[in-house]
């Protein structure tokens, strides 16, 4: 059996890009993360957070911006599988939709350890 020749590097790249650009311009979950990402970062910018506070918030942009793509192919194939209602197919859509939604809370807690602090001292509470 041959191997399949692998495309060019740069192609790959391409093909990555696509899946999340894709992913930004249609699913609205995304949209709702990145929005989320952007005003964290307004919010850092404003309270001067420390070096290892900014590396803190850019590991859960991507890690849950991560797990919201990879949510976005496990409904994909789902999807392309089977069209019917299946038990298992629901169960793989919502044990990926479940992941996105821990790391979600966990990186609100965790926003909130750094922020709250520092809005308290802004807002003289």
């Given at each position: 059996?041959?191997?399949?020749?692998?495309p060019?590097?740069?192609?790959?790249?391409?093909?990555?890009?696509?899946?999340?650009?894709?992913?930004?311009?249609?699913e609205?979950?995304?949209?709702?993360?990145?929005?989320?990402?952007?005003?964290?970062?307004?919010?850092?910018?404003?309270?001067?957070?420390?070096?290892?506070?900014?590396?803190?918030?850019?590991?859960?942009?991507g890690?849950?911006?991560?797990?919201?793509?990879?949510?976005?192919?496990?409904?994909?194939?789902?999807?392309?599988?089977?069209?019917?209602?299946?038990?298992?197919?629901?169960?793989?859509?919502?044990?990926?939709?479940?992941?996105?939604?821990?790391?979600?809370?966990?990186?609100?807690?965790?926003?909130?350890?750094?922020?709250?602090?520092?809005?308290?001292?802004?807002?003289?509470?």
């Amino acid at each position: 059996m041959r191997k399949r020749k692998k495309p060019p590097l740069y192609q790959s790249f391409g093909y990555a890009f696509e899946g999340l650009f894709f992913c930004i311009a249609k699913e609205r979950n995304m949209k709702i993360h990145c929005v989320a990402a952007i005003l964290v970062t307004l919010a850092g910018t404003l309270f001067q957070i420390s070096v290892t506070e900014w590396c803190i918030c850019l590991l859960l942009f991507g890690l849950i911006l991560a797990l919201e793509l990879v949510n976005t192919a496990v409904e994909a194939v789902v999807d392309l599988v089977t069209e019917e209602r299946k038990p298992l197919a629901k169960i793989a859509k919502d044990a990926a939709a479940g992941g996105v939604l821990i790391a979600a809370i966990m990186a609100a807690l965790i926003g909130g350890i750094i922020f709250i602090p520092k809005l308290a001292v802004f807002l003289k509470i």
